[in-house]
Each structure stands twice: as C-alpha cells, then as structure tokens.
C-alpha cells in the first residue's frame, strides 16, 4: 500500500517563473493539504482540498493556488516565484474529517 | 487562534541517557495533539496522538507523551535514547470539526553523542 507520494523531488526554478508540485495521497484518503516549510522552520499550513474544492487557506497570498482531482490526487501551483518561496513543500493526506494527516517526503523548491 | 511552543530549539544528550522534549499549546477547547519526527531530507513521520481518554500515550520507537491540561503541555519523553533517535521533533495541533487544520510547533533538533 503506497502512502503519500510527490512529485518531484527536488526542482530549481528562477525568480518570476511559475511551478506546479503533485502529490498522489495514500489510497483511502480523500482530503489532501498542503505545507511549506522554510529551513530551520516548521511546516505552514498553505491550503486543504477536499471534494475538488479549497476548503481551508493559511496565510499565504493569491500567488499559491491548487487543486485537486476526481482521483483526489492534489496540485500546487506558485506563480511570480520570490526568492523566499524557496522550502520543502510537504503534501499530506487523511480520510475527510480524520487525523492523523500521512506526509510525503516533500518536493525541494529552490528558488535562484 | 491555536498556537504551539517548542521552547527547546536544539537539544543534545549522550546514548542511553533519558529525553524529554518540551511542547505548550494554546486552544480553545480539548485539542487533538500529536508527536512528528523529520529526518533530513525526508517527510513527517508520526510518533504517537492524544484525541481523548488516557493522557499517557504510548508511540512508536519506545517514546511517550503526556497531556497535562492543566499545564496546556503535551512533552515527549523516551527513557533511554539511541543514536537513530537523532532528528527533529515536531509538535503539533489540530483544530477539531471537519476541516482540520494542523498547527506545528518550530521544532526541535535532537543530536545524540555516543
């Protein structure tokens, strides 16, 4: 059984560009939220999906979008990339209204 | 809104020797709490879980936690360390209802010397 899985793994990307990270939740899982966590930093809730729809946002600005699939597979998209935006992004997945949240191992985003 | 306090950043202690990590949390009902651990490079991977019930809980690799309303602390405790205990340690809380939200603590870095 194939817990939460990202991808990629790691991405290099230049100030202003636009990135897309995926992220498969663990098989029974319906909800899928999304985490930025900055070096030395803890994770930061940036928004949850549930039902192909944002459910929950953080405080993270209109540059951070998602969505999400019929499948419940999950994207996040970061437009006008900062330098600041460099972090582990983690996806995590739970059945709808459940914890505990199951993480994948985050995709890399460096920002140069 | 909820909140989570690591006050311990870094912390270091020899092989064998006792642990306990420090967590306060601020919320405004019975929270759900929960024990993270991160090694570099890598995802969350759950320790234990407090819902409700016996504030004694016991998680994986030999640790523990204890709820204490009273002191709105959940510290993570193991009695003898081993060197594979060294990475990072997140606590963290989660709103209760539907759309629940996780609030993680600023960590604490673990280093295990022999």
């Known amino acids: 059984d194939a817990g939460v899985t990202q991808s990629p793994t790691h991405l290099i990307k230049t100030r202003g560009q636009q990135v897309t990270l995926r992220c498969s939740p663990k098989s029974g899982h319906d909800t899928v939220s999304w985490y930025q966590q900055a070096l030395g930093q803890g994770p930061q809730f940036i928004f949850q999906y549930y039902e192909e729809e944002e459910r929950q946002r953080g405080n993270f600005p209109d540059r951070f979008s998602g969505h999400q699939f019929p499948n419940y597979s999950s994207e996040l998209n970061v437009n006008a990339l900062l330098l600041g935006d460099s972090a582990l992004y983690l996806c995590?997945?739970?059945?709808?209204?459940?914890?505990?949240?199951?993480f994948g191992d985050g995709t890399r985003l460096s920002i140069l | 809104a909820q909140s989570v306090t690591q006050p311990d950043i870094h912390i270091t202690v020899s092989e064998g020797a006792s642990l306990e990590l420090r967590c306060n949390y601020s919320?405004?009902?019975?929270?759900?709490l929960f024990w993270y651990v991160q090694s570099p490079g890598q995802g969350l991977q759950l320790l234990l879980k407090y819902f409700s019930g016996d504030t004694l809980v016991q998680g994986i690799k030999g640790f523990e936690a204890e709820f204490k309303r009273s002191q709105s602390s959940f510290n993570l405790r193991k009695p003898s360390v081993h060197w594979s205990d060294a990475a990072e340690y997140f606590c963290?809380?989660?709103?209760?209802?539907?759309?629940?939200?996780?609030?993680f603590g600023t960590g604490t870095k673990l280093q295990v010397i022999p």
């Open positions: 995590a997945s739970s059945p709808f209204g459940n914890q505990p949240q199951h």
């Open positions: 919320y405004g009902a019975t929270p759900y």
């Open positions: 963290a809380v989660v709103s209760s209802g539907g759309y629940q939200k996780v609030t």
